[in-house]
């Protein structure tokens, strides 16, 4: 069993920072790649980033070069830094992995771009 946390997000007015952080508790020995998704109201869950365990990273083309995922193993928790942020980028924020054949979510942290 696999619980992820998360912490961060919030308001921020367009072309602010903020950083949301996903901490894994439980049997987590063997999870290897990390996600972030969001969702915002009316649209389907929508991919952001991925890193693995040894810290290889992918991006959806919407964010790269504004998002930065990361991970600290020792800590069980990995992070999205994100700049440059927009109003189009207001969602709910999701992490997530895969751990065997059970898919885990974290609880979701909303992160709101607006003047």
């Known amino acids: 069993q696999v619980q992820l946390v998360q912490s961060g997000g919030g308001l921020v007015q367009p072309g602010g920072s903020l950083r949301v952080s996903c901490t894994a508790f439980?049997?987590?020995?063997?999870?290897?790649?990390m996600d972030w998704y969001r969702e915002a109201p009316g649209t389907q869950r929508e991919f952001l980033a991925r890193?693995?365990?040894?810290?290889?990273?992918n991006y959806a083309d919407s964010v790269k070069g504004r998002f930065t995922i990361s991970r600290d193993n020792a800590k069980n928790t990995m992070y999205l830094q994100m700049d440059s942020l927009r109003p189009e980028d207001t969602a709910v924020y999701y992490c997530?992995?895969?751990?065997?054949?059970?898919?885990?979510w974290g609880q979701g942290t909303q992160v709101t771009v607006s003047s």
């Open positions: 439980g049997s987590i020995v063997g999870i290897l790649v």
């Open positions: 890193i693995t365990s040894g810290g290889t990273t």
């Open positions: 997530h992995t895969d751990l065997g054949r059970f898919s885990y």
